[in-house]
């Protein structure tokens, strides 16, 4: 039997892969998540995504029969990756670039056994609302956005600054579902195993 492996120390990935019913274990995959110069934002998801897999992998001390998923998330705004802010001056400067607009968010999954790899993407378009400044700085206060691209959290507090999103929100969150659960299938791995 394949057993999963998650490349990934993201909280919401793990919640992620739980909700949909799927048993894995967490492995560490450090990368270097640095963008290429004029890499598109797509690929640079997709590319960070496989790196995680295939040092996830590596790190496994008995591979065999072991699939291991890599995921990387991108908020882009006018073609610019927006990573996590460096500090308060940062994440105050995304939000107000955000602030009533859409941007895109692309959400990269990679498999990796050890031979075969599979790549897809999945991207939505969230809309925000006007954020005043005290808002602004209300919620870079409280924690949330110091650690997420973009400098926000849909799933938490950042949530009553989206007025709507346009495609997978699980994918905006760290992990899209669908395209997910049927990569999973297609490798043995069926949904609702913890149910």
């Given at each position: 039997m394949t057993r999963l492996y998650l490349a990934s120390g993201s909280p919401r990935r793990r919640e992620l892969l739980t909700q949909i019913g799927v048993p894995f274990t967490v492995v560490t995959a450090p990368i270097d998540e640095t963008p290429h110069p004029s890499e598109a934002p797509e690929h640079y998801v997709q590319r960070m995504a496989m790196e995680k897999a295939r040092a996830?992998?590596?790190?496994?001390?008995?591979?065999?029969?072991?699939?291991?998923l890599g995921a990387d998330t991108a908020v882009v705004l006018d073609g610019r990756i927006l990573g996590k802010p460096v500090d308060q001056a940062d994440g105050l400067a995304m939000l107000?670039?955000?602030?009533?607009?859409?941007?895109?968010?692309?959400?990269?999954?990679?498999l990796f056994d050890g031979q075969q790899h599979q790549t897809l993407a999945e991207s939505a378009v969230v809309t925000f609302r006007q954020i005043c400044v005290?808002?602004?700085?209300?919620?870079?206060?409280?924690?949330?956005?110091?650690?997420?691209?973009?400098?926000?959290a849909i799933q938490g507090l950042g949530a009553v600054f989206v007025e709507k999103v346009e495609g997978s929100y699980s994918a905006v969150v760290g992990l899209g579902l669908y395209q997910t659960a049927l990569a999973l299938e297609r490798n043995g791995i069926a949904c609702w195993q913890a149910v």
């Open positions: 996830g992998w590596q790190s496994l001390a008995e591979p065999s029969d072991a699939l291991v107000t670039s955000l602030a009533g607009r859409s941007h895109q968010v692309i959400t990269a999954v990679a005290n808002q602004a700085r209300a919620y870079w206060a409280s924690g949330e956005p110091a650690d997420k691209a973009g400098g926000y």
